[in-house]
């Protein structure tokens, strides 16, 4: 019995021993932030005292020192001590699920005293077929690289005790405080709790997708006065008929701008990477070498479609009608396009083209100010074709003959329905690294979208392709440096020694790499402002169409390439970004990453102040007023203005009063009164007190002679009345109103009138008719 006792106790501090050295190289791997061991999760209200830690404390050596018995029965103290410290991290509000390969998170939680609730999964083939169905069939769940062989698998873990799966079944029905998911549909957000955290925001698809960034980057003149042709390639969808219409005069624009760069270059003696061919090749193009083309015709048609496009931007060709002829028919655009490549490939005869060099020069003078893409553009006019559902490089192609190009896209009727074919601009003339391609990952973190919050990372690591960079081939082993392809492939023995063997390099080794050819200052001045500058506007661009919820946050993986001029082009952006330790660059940065991601979004929430490692905050938006949804019907509140009183109709100088003003009363003239008479006589009569001037009354009146009477009504203040009676010069009787008559209308088209009566000649009837004026 003794001898079962000792034994029992031998095993018992084996297994404290295996816990101790887990708890010890958990503690390696993360290492928790000064003052943050365990307050995070907490309100800053809830503070943490020595009482409590030495209460927890012992709680862990009695979970570590209790003896379990052999097979699966645990003991009642260990049970008890285990039941103790679940029930202390459920106060605390620790209890954390994870979904898919993260070992560093769960050692990083679990050292700072949180809790695992297993995840139930189904097997792995329907996990699998889940997973490919849910990232086919959903436009939102965003591009991710992670790889299928480890993308759903949960790693194995030492559990020798099973002490995590016990803590893991006494916390089966808790609410989990914090998830860190590999895809965004395994937990639906909407069925959270405010004070939950998730590591995935609800429709990334907007940015985090090759279709969403090609289409939200163009509304980038809305938030900011950048271009976003300065750091992201000319991107189409080519399911959409618009967009492929300018893709094709893009096409046709490129390969007409192409020829006259090769025109300039081949009269300085410039010869690129991207212009040198093999034995082999030489050989075949020395034999093709026999069609002529007419230089000065394709030279022309070249400079002209410049000019009508730099009309264009400059708004010139509004005024052109819709009937102008094009620059070429679709006939000569077809043989243009062969001809160029005739000319670029070196498979044509061409005359001397010294008379064209000046004209070549000056058109590209002019493209330089308005292309910010000139120079990446190259000669060839390649293209390279991405379907929008799927990642890791899975379908990408490059092409550079255009018929070539429609047809790929017409081959998968599900993803021409879907529009989710996109084509870009592939850069001709990269940055290289002895010789190879690479491409450069960039973490970046959100832990707000209102006010927009960025996190960048410091640290970044290269992928290089595995064969040495040629346009002579457009193979994906030369051209795509997505580790997932490139793992695959053997290295090429032409590739140069310097590049490992696991194709990776991390940032410092770059930077050594610069400062070999006296470049090392343009990292820090040129390529990590690009990067971030690039990061931050595709995130405004799509700010408007994510969730704004709060504990929520995404850690994303952003692809660069970099210029001969080291400016960097950002190609897309993954949700999701593989963790895998696939090599040991990645093995230490994506150890870290992880590790600083929960300092930021766990150790600075419980203190403002804690260290977050590498990530540094780039941009914090000021917080904007989001107004309170009331519904879809909207209530409009006002009142109907009164109409005012309407004033009288004004009255044109030239036109007589209407007879609805007064009547006219009228003798019709004898025969005999036709004739012309030696004297006039007028008479003015009014109604009212008005009395003529005395100056008017000592007048002596001339003899009375047939008169003819009219009777206005005027409805307006009068102040004096001038009426012309003849154009004879006759005396002329004035009548002036009483001093200064103003009246205002109170009622309804009812105003005082003045009443006037005329007394003319029968003869000046037409004259007074014609000057007279209400």
């Avoid at 993260?102 to 809790?115: F, T």
């Avoid at 997973?131 to 436009?139: F, L, T, V």
């Avoid at 850690?555 to 001029?565: E, K, N, P, S, V």
């Amino acid at each position: 019995m003794r001898a079962n006792v000792n034994m029992e106790r031998t095993r018992s501090c084996q297994s404290v021993q295996r816990d101790q050295e887990g708890h010890q190289a958990s503690d390696r791997c993360c290492t928790p932030c000064p003052e943050s061991g365990e307050t995070e999760g907490r309100s800053n209200d809830q503070k943490v005292t020595p009482v409590v830690q030495q209460c927890r404390q012992d709680k862990s050596k009695s979970l570590q020192t209790a003896t379990p018995p052999e097979g699966k029965v645990h003991h009642p103290e260990r049970l008890r001590a285990a039941k103790e410290f679940v029930d202390e991290a459920v106060k605390m509000r620790k209890v954390f699920s994870v979904q898919g390969p993260y070992p560093v998170i769960r050692a990083a939680l679990r050292a700072r005293g949180w809790v695992e609730q297993r995840m139930h999964l189904p097997n792995c083939r329907a996990r699998r077929r889940h997973s490919e169905e849910g990232r086919a069939s959903s436009n939102d769940a965003g591009d991710s690289d992670d790889d299928d062989d480890n993308s759903d698998s949960v790693e194995k873990e030492e559990d020798p005790d099973e002490l995590y799966g016990l803590m893991s079944r006494l916390v089966r029905n808790a609410t989990v405080n914090f998830y860190w998911t590999n895809r965004r549909d395994a937990i639906n957000s909407n069925s959270l709790q405010k004070e939950q955290i998730i590591n995935h925001f609800a429709r990334a698809g907007s940015f985090a997708t090759k279709v969403g960034l090609c289409v939200n980057l163009r509304n980038l003149h809305w938030f900011d006065s950048a271009d976003p042709d300065t750091f992201f390639p000319r991107c189409y969808r080519l399911c959409a008929q618009d967009e492929k219409h300018a893709f094709i005069e893009d096409y046709r624009r490129t390969a007409c701008v192409s020829l006259l760069k090769y025109i300039a270059e081949k009269e300085r003696g410039v010869q690129g990477e991207e212009t040198s061919h093999s034995i082999q090749d030489q050989r075949k193009l020395s034999k093709q070498r026999s069609k002529p083309v007419v230089l000065s015709k394709m030279i022309d048609s070249a400079l002209k479609v410049c000019q009508d496009f730099m009309e264009s931007l400059e708004h010139r060709d509004i005024d052109k009608s819709l009937e102008t002829p094009p620059t070429l028919t679709k006939e000569e655009w077809a043989e243009f396009i062969d001809s160029y490549h005739l000319v670029v490939h070196g498979r044509a005869e061409i005359d001397n083209s010294d008379h064209f060099v000046a004209c070549c020069k000056a058109m590209l003078e002019r493209l330089v100010a308005v292309c910010p893409q000139l120079d990446i553009d190259g000669l060839h006019n390649i293209w390279i074709i991405k379907p929008g559902a799927k990642s890791r490089g899975r379908g990408i192609k490059c092409a550079k003959h255009l018929d070539q190009i429609l047809r790929l896209v017409d081959v998968d009727p599900t993803l021409i329905k879907e529009s989710k074919w996109v084509i870009q601009k592939y850069l001709e003339r990269p940055f290289l690294v002895h010789g190879t391609k690479f491409d450069l990952r960039q973490w970046f973190l959100v832990t707000d979208w209102n006010p927009l919050t960025v996190w960048f990372y410091k640290k970044c690591y290269m992928r290089f392709s595995t064969q040495p960079y040629s346009l002579d081939t457009l193979n994906s082993s030369v051209h795509l440096c997505n580790n997932s392809i490139q793992k695959h492939l053997r290295p090429s023995q032409l590739r140069h020694g310097g590049i490992p063997a696991d194709n990776m390099w991390s940032d410092d080794q770059f930077k050594t790499f610069l400062s070999s050819q006296g470049r090392e200052g343009q990292w820090q001045d040129e390529v990590v402002p690009g990067m971030k500058k690039a990061v931050i506007h595709a995130l405004q661009t799509t700010q408007d169409l994510m969730d704004s919820r709060k504990n929520t946050f995404e850690l994303y993986g952003a692809d660069f390439m970099l210029g001969r001029d080291l400016r960097p082009w950002l190609i897309e952006i993954n949700a999701s970004p593989t963790m895998a330790p696939s090599t040991p660059v990645t093995a230490r940065l994506c150890t870290a990453v992880q590790e600083d991601t929960l300092r930021v979004i766990l150790d600075r929430r419980a203190n403002r102040t804690a260290n977050t490692g590498d990530f540094q905050l780039i941009f914090k938006q000021a917080a904007v007023e989001v107004p309170q949804y009331v519904g879809v019907s909207l209530l409009v509140e006002g009142f109907k203005i009164k109409c005012p009183c309407p004033l009288p109709p004004l009255r044109s100088f030239t036109r007589s009063a209407p007879k609805r003003r007064g009547s006219i009363k009228e003798k019709r003239p004898a025969a005999d009164e036709t004739k012309r008479l030696p004297k006039i006589k007028t008479q003015l009569k009014t109604t009212g007190s008005v009395v003529p001037p005395p100056s008017l009354l000592h007048l002596e009146l001339p003899v009375p002679i047939p008169v003819e009477t009219f009777t206005l009504r005027l409805p307006m203040t009068v102040k004096s009345t001038h009426l012309p009676l003849s154009a004879q010069p006759y005396p002329e009787f004035v009548q002036k109103r009483k001093s200064e008559v103003s009246e205002v209308c109170s009622e309804k088209d009812q105003c005082p009138a003045l009443t006037v009566e005329i007394v003319v000649p029968k003869q000046s009837r037409p004259a007074a008719t014609s000057t007279m004026s209400a």
